[in-house]
Nanobody, 124 residues
Framework: QVQPVESGGGLVQAGGSLRLSCAAS????????MGWFRQAPRKEREFVAA????????MYADSVKGRFTVSRDNAKNTVYLQMNSLKPEDTAVYYC?????????????????WGQGTQVTVSS
C-alpha cells in the first residue's frame, strides 16, 4: 500500500510561485511513477505533470508547459511541483498520484494510489 501526502498549497497572487510537495510512504519510492493532477470547481480532474521513477522522463499538460516543473528526490521519498507565473485559472485542488511502474503518463485511471489533495488559490 502506498500513501501519498501533498503539502505546500495556499493562496498566491497572479504571477507568483508555489512549490507543492508529495511524500509517499509504504513502498520503495524509487519504484513509483508519480503524477500530478488538479480539479477546479465544477470541472473534471485533469492531468498536470508526470515523472518517471528515475526522474529522467517528464511530461506536462500544454496549459502548464514552461511554467511548471516536476521533479523528485528519491532519497527523500518526495516529488515536487514547482509552479511559476501562476494564473487564476490554475486555482484548483492539486492531487499527487502514484503507480508501481517505471512510467505512467497522463491517464488518470492508470494511477492506483492518490493523495487527499492540497488547495491552490491564485488571486487576480
Amino acid at each position: 500500500q502506498v500513501q501519498p501526502v501533498e503539502s505546500g498549497g495556499g493562496l498566491v497572487q497572479a504571477g507568483g510561485s508555489l512549490r507543492l510537495s508529495c511524500a509517499a510512504s509504504g513502498r520503495t519510492f524509487s519504484a513509483l511513477a508519480m503524477g500530478w493532477f488538479r480539479q477546479a470547481p465544477r470541472k473534471e480532474r485533469e492531468f498536470v505533470a508526470a515523472i518517471s521513477r528515475g526522474g529522467g522522463t517528464t511530461m506536462y499538460a500544454d496549459s502548464v508547459k514552461g511554467r511548471f516543473t516536476v521533479s523528485r528526490d528519491n532519497a527523500k521519498n518526495t516529488v515536487y511541483l514547482q509552479m511559476n507565473s501562476l494564473k487564476p485559472e490554475d486555482t484548483a485542488v492539486y492531487y499527487c498520484a502514484a503507480r508501481e511502474t517505471s512510467w505512467s503518463g497522463s491517464r488518470e485511471y492508470d494511477y492506483r494510489y492518490w493523495g487527499q489533495g492540497t488547495q491552490v488559490t491564485v488571486s487576480s
